[in-house]
């Protein structure tokens, strides 16, 4: 079992921020934070939030301040590895993210394409989508996605195991 880590954000490319994290730990356990934008992060796209469902007033009452996400995530990931799908947006974002806070980012975020071999990987797509129907969640939120992804990784493990 591994650690997987979902990033939901302002729009994607350049000007984009995080605004969201989700977890789906090892031990079971879910962790899943809004982040409010800082005064220069004026980046919104409202397709991404036609399909996050948060807009940029839910943050500003609820988000937490960057330092705060930051804290919490490292607390979370003290030391551990964790695994996306989208490495390239959600390492940038949690970049921004621990720039903006100024503090060091205490764990590893890799590829989930590091742990499966190529043909897991021509699978992956279609496994998700799967666990997407089955598991029938309502709302697309950052650990809603983590669980999914920890949870097709899982399927694709077990597939192999077979």
């Known amino acids: 079992m591994y650690n997987f880590i979902d990033v939901e954000a302002s729009g994607f ?3 984009s921020y995080p605004i969201e994290v989700g977890l789906a730990m090892t031990s ?4 899943c934070t809004l982040i409010r934008p800082e005064d220069d992060w004026l980046h919104w796209n409202e397709e991404a939030e036609s399909l996050h469902g948060i807009t940029r007033d839910i943050l500003l009452v609820n ?3 960057p330092l705060k996400v930051a804290m919490l995530v490292n607390e979370w990931l003290d030391g551990e ?3 996306t799908d989208a490495w390239g947006n959600d390492s940038c974002w949690l970049a921004l993210l621990y720039e903006t806070a100024n503090i060091h980012q205490r764990f590893t975020i890799d590829s989930v394409a590091s742990l499966i071999s190529q043909e897991q990987m021509s699978q992956w797509h279609t496994t998700k989508n799967q666990v997407i129907k089955e598991m029938d969640l309502k709302r697309h939120r950052a650990s809603s996605d983590a669980l999914i992804l920890q949870t ?11």
């Open 13 to 15: 490319g350049a000007g």
């Open 81 to 83: 590895t964790v695994y």
């Open 63 to 65: 988000g937490k301040s």
């Open 152 to 162: 097709t990784f899982e399927r694709l493990q077990c597939e192999v195991a077979v």
């Open 28 to 31: 079971g356990q879910m962790h």
